[in-house]
């Protein structure tokens, strides 16, 4: 009986076959792997894209609402030993160059707040949180608001904010007594800020020596809302291997909250009414008249092995969007 087997030719060519087979698969899915990470990559930019703009469109619309139709007449109590505050007089909305301290957060690297990038624009909001609360009557000379309901949204202390059809006036809520739904604003000698004087009329007087200062009674149906104050900005987000920077917003209170990772700039330009150009904010002549705001976001992906071209933002993809964003009060 014969035998037969392979020989040495023939299992060389065998195995050389299935090397370039193995070889083939592996090219396969290695490709699928890395167009799986570059899809994945993509898709973090674009939605880290729809969560910063309609975050940030959410207050630039709001931006210099004071729930009534005051005609940009605002009174404002509050005073500071300390030095002005970034939110305490009232502007509704303004921006800063890349190279302009905006007052609300310093330039340079580290732990929030002290870590807006130098470079990035940033854009200050103001406005009001909520729908607010109805007065039902005003005891202006014993300083004090009655309103409709308890409410859980004001305390003591917070800054707030109350409009009718003349004017609006911002203070700081010197007694809350939710028992009898009374809120108190009267002139204090301490604190920071604090309120100059329990007259809410407009003009404000501070040099009253009986504190009651321009004394003016909001009548029922005037509207009582917390103030709102943001400063969005690029920070320093502590975390190189991600590429170190997010999207921030500092509030009222101080806080700094990371909104975004991954957003390494931000430039805004400016439209005032009657312009049909956007421009730099240095370029803005009265910030009242600013009715809408060009916003360019670039993003980078987290993971830094997507690019080809590796020299380059270390391998990350980068996308650059840009969005419109009209002030809703100030458009006819």
């Given amino acids: 009986m014969s035998e037969r087997g392979f020989t040495l030719v023939e299992l060389m060519i065998s195995m050389v076959l299935g090397l370039v087979i193995i070889g083939g698969a592996m090219g396969v899915i290695l490709a699928n792997r890395q167009s799986y990470r570059a899809n994945e990559g993509l898709s973090q930019i674009q939605e880290s894209a729809r969560t910063a703009f309609e975050l940030l469109a959410r207050d630039v619309r709001q931006a210099g609402v004071t729930g009534c139709d005051s005609s940009g007449r605002v009174a404002n109590v509050l005073q500071s030993p300390s030095g002005e505050l970034w939110w305490q007089d009232w502007f ?24 807006r990038i130098e470079g990035t624009d940033s854009i200050q909001l103001q406005g009001i949180e909520g729908t607010g609360l109805t007065v ?50 009267g002139a204090e000698n301490s604190g920071d800020p604090r309120n100059c004087s329990k007259g809410l009329g407009y003009p404000v007087d501070c040099a009253s020596k009986d504190a009651n200062g321009n004394v003016y009674s909001y009548g029922p149906n005037s509207q009582l809302s917390r103030l709102k104050a943001v400063d969005w900005y690029i920070g320093d987000n502590q975390r190189p291997a991600e590429g170190g920077r997010s999207l921030f917003r500092r509030s009222l209170s101080g806080a700094a909250e990371e909104i975004v990772a991954g957003v390494t700039d931000m430039q805004i330009s400016y439209r005032e009414a009657g312009e049909t150009e956007f421009g730099p904010a240095t370029a803005v002549g009265v910030w009242t008249n600013v009715n809408a705001v060009m916003i360019t976001l670039t993003l980078h992906s987290a993971d830094p092995r997507l690019s080809t071209d590796a020299s380059e933002n270390n391998g990350r993809f980068e996308r650059t969007f840009t969005n419109v964003i009209t002030l809703r009060n100030r458009v006819p």
């Fill in 92 to 115: 509704g909305i303004r921006g800063f160059e890349g190279a302009q301290d905006d007052g609300a957060v310093e330039f340079g690297a580290g732990a929030p707040p002290n870590n």
């Fill in 136 to 185: 039902v009557k005003h005891e202006a000379t014993s300083a004090n608001f009655k309103i409709n309901v308890q409410s859980t949204a004001i305390a003591k202390d917070d800054i707030v904010m109350v409009c009718d059809f003349d004017h609006a006036a911002i203070f700081k809520i010197t007694n809350y007594n939710s028992a009898n739904v009374t809120v108190g604003h």
